[in-house]
């Protein structure tokens, strides 16, 4: 969400629990919750680029979904949101749901909601690193980094994605979308990770893209230091 300045207030909370923990064996479950106060302004704008940054155009900037200001005399909006995750191996499942309702004084109160599911697979026989005392997944430590002296081969992991958003409600007409994202990741060492995807917008239904078909390809490096 973003507000039209910098003041208002707010508070956020998040809570996991991770019934199994082994080094290459998890069950993760977590909830967070939100609550924000906008500013004098009371208004609240919601939006979302698709699974990528590469998108621009001069009115929506790449959020193919987007509420603009929302009017009505926002007096505060609520966040509430769970997650699940399982790693079993080289082979891991994980996803979220977050739902916002915003409380006003007229036109009614409104609710948004979006979720994604995720899973991979390395293909070198890595699992994803668990951190039980944060709720958090870090860095992949390949078995064999890469090396043209030792053969090492680096950590390869591929993986899909399904996510869901939708931004209207009673005549907020922000948009629905749909993504379908594959990828292949590329770990030489744990501190560098070369990622390809391609991502499938299925579906913009309402909003300022409606009916727009959507095919991204990009290439990313992320590096840790």
Do not use: C
Not at 177 to 200: C, H, I, K, S
């Amino acid at each position: 969400a973003q507000n039209s300045d910098d003041e208002g207030m707010g508070a956020a909370a998040r809570l996991t629990y991770a019934p199994l923990f082994q080094t290459d064996r998890v069950l993760h479950f977590g909830i967070s919750g939100g609550w924000r106060e906008p500013p004098d302004s009371k208004t609240v704008h919601f939006r979302s680029k698709p699974e990528s940054n590469i998108i621009t155009d001069p009115v929506t900037t790449g959020r193919l979904v987007d509420t603009r200001d929302i009017p009505g005399g926002v007096n505060y909006y609520t966040l509430l949101g769970g997650e699940l995750a399982v790693v079993y191996g080289p082979l891991s499942f994980q996803s979220e749901y977050i739902r916002a309702e915003v409380d006003r004084d007229l036109g009614g109160d409104l609710d948004f909601d979006g979720y994604y599911a995720y899973a991979s697979w390395f293909l070198t026989g890595e699992s994803r690193n668990y951190r039980p005392d944060k709720g958090i997944f870090d860095l992949i430590v390949p078995k064999k980094p890469f090396s043209l002296k030792s053969g090492g081969l680096g950590a390869w992991e591929i993986g899909v994605r399904f996510s869901e958003i939708d931004l209207s409600d009673d005549a907020i007409n922000g948009g629905e979308e749909q993504n379908l994202t594959v990828g292949l990741n590329w770990y030489p060492n744990a501190f560098l990770r070369l990622m390809a995807n391609y991502v499938d917008v299925l579906e913009l239904d309402g909003g300022l893209h409606n009916g727009e078909a959507i095919d991204l390809f990009q290439l990313r490096a992320q590096l840790v230091y």
